[in-house]
């Protein structure tokens, strides 16, 4: 089977690897039917010291049940679903209390996906982490598909960052981050009830997709000066800033524009080390994040939204590529020329 790897910082391509078996009781096999290009993906695509041939860091996919373990109750061959980022057991306090992406059995990478830009994945911990779709992928537009595929990472984890903020009904949000987990943040917050939701983007493909999706406004200065924009707009500080892209400059853009008392939802994979919780001691600030709950996420909220047409998070992918083209889905979301790549395999 076709599988991608990391050729040298900066490209990708495909080779042909032996196609994965059942190794544990709770693996299942999964057909690929749509995969995609994460942002996470690009910082080891752009990593000067990748090592020739490294397996590729993808992630999400739908896709068709092939073979199962035979400790396998919840799914059989034949089945469409959703495979998930994460792993979690649905049986520890964790994942009882909705945070199976940091599940307790399951820890660090065990609990994550990885290679998942390939034609075949052995998907392990499977039992109750897989999401079922109603029907089979003929039944549905590409558009749908689309959707389908954001529930097995960006829709939940934007989803998460407002959850974990807690927005409410009638709070002010400001969205630090225009790729597609910032863009879903905007149609989680829009969900919650937020009352207005500033997106800061200096982009207009990206903040005409935020405004279509119910942002309120859009920022495009950054600092202090962002900050000040901000306010202007929300006649004060923001109840709640959901950060969404990983770097010290994001961390600090989203505490300087919420009041004091507020409430920070990170899901960007941190990039820096030097962000200590006592800074925020002085704002009385709540701060939470971390790996997004996709499972309980799509089980309890999200797959019905998308089948009931109620939000489309499908439309953060903006370039369809076949699986031969990897290198072009990385290049254009590398240079922003896409927002999200999406990858068919037929």
């Given at each position: 089977m076709k599988s991608v790897v990391y050729s040298?910082?900066?490209?990708?391509?495909?080779?042909?690897?032996?196609?994965?078996?059942i190794k544990e009781a709770d693996d299942v096999i999964i057909r690929i039917v749509r995969t995609c290009v994460c942002g996470t993906d690009l910082w080891t695509y752009r990593n000067p010291n990748i090592k020739e041939g490294r397996l590729n860091s993808g992630h999400e996919a739908i896709g068709i049940v092939e073979e199962i373990g035979e400790a396998i109750t919840t799914v059989k061959p034949g089945d469409f679903v959703i495979a998930p980022f994460t792993h979690g057991c649905g049986e520890c306090d964790a994942c009882h209390d909705g945070f199976d992406g940091t599940c307790d059995r399951h820890l660090g990478n065990s609990n994550l996906s990885t290679g998942v830009q390939a034609?075949?994945?052995?998907?392990?911990?499977?039992?109750?982490?897989?999401?079922k779709i109603p029907g089979q992928?003929?039944?549905?537009?590409e558009a749908m598909l689309k959707s389908f595929l954001s529930l097995a990472d960006v829709m939940p984890t934007g989803y998460h960052a407002a959850r974990v903020a807690d927005v409410k009904p009638g709070d002010k949000v400001v969205v630090i981050g225009d790729g597609a987990v910032g863009q879903c943040a905007v149609i989680a917050a829009k969900m919650r009830g937020a009352s207005q939701i500033v997106l800061m983007s200096r982009y207009k493909d990206r903040q005409e997709m935020a405004l279509a999706s119910g942002a309120t406004a859009v920022v495009e200065e950054r600092g202090e000066e962002g900050i000040?924009?901000?306010?202007?707009?929300?006649?004060?500080?923001?109840?709640?800033?959901?950060?969404?892209?990983g770097t010290e400059a994001s961390i600090d853009q989203a505490l300087g524009v919420l009041h004091n008392g507020g409430r920070m939802g990170f899901v960007g994979v941190p990039h820096h080390n030097n962000r200590t919780i006592g800074s925020t001691f002085a704002q009385n600030i709540t701060v939470a994040g971390g790996a997004a709950s996709v499972t309980t996420y799509d089980?309890?909220?999200?797959?019905?939204?998308?089948?009931?047409?109620?939000?489309?998070?499908g439309r953060v992918f903006t370039d369809s590529y076949s699986l031969e083209d990897i290198d072009q889905a990385y290049k254009d979301m590398d240079e922003r020329k896409a927002i999200k790549s999406i990858i068919v395999i037929e």
């Open positions: 040298k910082a900066g490209q990708v391509g495909l080779v042909e690897v032996e196609r994965p078996q034609e075949y994945i052995r998907f392990h911990y499977a039992n109750w982490s897989l999401v992928p003929s039944d549905y537009t000040a924009k901000v306010r202007e707009i929300l006649g004060g500080g923001a109840d709640v800033a959901l950060e969404c892209v089980k309890q909220i999200l797959l019905k939204a998308v089948l009931d047409g109620d939000i489309n998070p």
